[in-house]
């Protein structure tokens, strides 16, 4: 399932240029188009090159190009800094750029201690594919608490956040804007499948989403990319209502994603999020 992640450089360009109208960076449109966005013509002009070897990129009859010239149509696209992070990654030649070295799903003695002690804030640790490593008691009765607590330790039955978010309806409920959500996890995986287009384990999760879910693979297929390390989410959770949290993400010493999810002091958001720390059945039991 390889060619999943192994993503297209031209079909990349094509989805780029398409998504651009004319008038939007101020050209002129004469006569009629016979697709949308700009013609391969403008975006040679554009960024410099002669059509005919912008043709050939987006044809896939040249597999890369240096990186002064993919920043050159990066620049002509418009495209966003994670968008030109990934168009690099995907159009320069291997030899060019260095490969990271595969990691162990393994979190070290320190991480777990760290995320042990961080009570009062919801944490996991994730690696690339976005499976989950480790969790703390918040952040599981956060998001998963139909699941056992255990589950991160088991490579069977090891969670992963982007399968839980499109297959789980215990978890997709818990989005309150859960289309936006959803568009985060794709254009993040993708994001990240430009420093893995060989890990078959990767390519699996992809394979396995595409088939499973139709929203999954629309999304997938419009090839989008955007990296996702902080911001807000507003969550409907059934036990303690609507909470609206920040999250961050930081990138271990071992590869692995710290993620976590915190209120601000003192607000509703807080005492809603602790409330997720007590045995509610046993309190109300006594």
């Not at 499948?193 to 999954?216: C, M, V, W």
Request: glycine share 4%; net charge negative.
């Amino acid at each position: 399932m390889d060619e999943y992640v192994n993503t297209d450089l031209g079909s990349y360009l094509r989805q780029m240029r398409e998504r651009i109208r004319p008038e939007e960076i101020g050209l002129v449109s004469r006569g009629s188009r016979r697709v949308p966005g700009l013609r391969r013509e403008e975006v040679a002009a554009l960024a410099g090159v002669s059509q005919t070897y912008y043709t050939r990129l987006e044809q896939a009859q040249t597999a890369h190009a240096s990186p002064s010239i993919l920043l050159s149509i990066s620049r002509a696209l418009e495209l966003s800094p994670d968008e030109e992070e990934y168009l690099l990654k995907i159009g320069t030649p291997k030899s060019e750029r260095p490969v990271p070295a595969p990691k162990l799903d393994q979190v070290s003695p320190y991480t777990r201690m760290l995320v042990a002690s961080l009570g009062n804030v919801a944490v996991a640790v994730l690696n690339y594919r976005c499976d989950i490593l480790s969790w703390n008691p918040m952040y599981h009765r956060l998001f998963a608490p139909h699941l056992d607590f255990s589950a991160p330790e088991s490579e069977d039955f090891r969670p992963n956040i982007v399968k839980l978010n499109f297959l789980d309806e215990n978890v997709r409920d818990l989005y309150v804007d859960w289309a936006t959500e959803s568009l985060a996890n794709v254009t993040y995986l993708r994001f990240i499948a430009a420093n893995h287009r060989h890990d078959p384990r990767l390519a699996e999760l992809i394979g396995e989403l595409t088939i499973q879910s139709a929203e999954f693979a629309k999304i997938w297929g419009r090839q989008r990319v955007a990296n996702c390390t902080e911001g807000t989410k507003v969550f409907d959770h059934p036990v303690v209502g609507e909470l609206e949290l920040m999250y961050q993400s930081a990138e271990l010493q071992d590869g692995n994603i710290l993620k976590f999810y915190h209120a601000e002091k003192g607000s509703p958001n807080e005492n809603a999020l602790n409330l997720l720390t007590v045995d509610l059945d046993a309190v109300h039991t006594r």
